[in-house]
């Protein structure tokens, strides 16, 4: 179980709206994406 008292509320709702919809991504989306993020916030 996740401590979500040391969870920013975004972070919270990314992990219920990931955990929701499961079906709809997989590890390599997911890592697809974390490296855009990386990007975005190298400019």
Not at 9 to 22: A, D, G, S
Request: net charge positive.
């Amino acid at each position: 179980m996740r401590n979500y008292k040391n969870m920013t509320p975004v972070m919270i709702e990314t992990i219920m709206f990931l955990k929701t919809n499961r079906l709809f991504w997989n590890s390599k989306l997911d890592a697809s994406a974390i490296r855009e993020a990386h990007t975005d916030e190298r400019g």
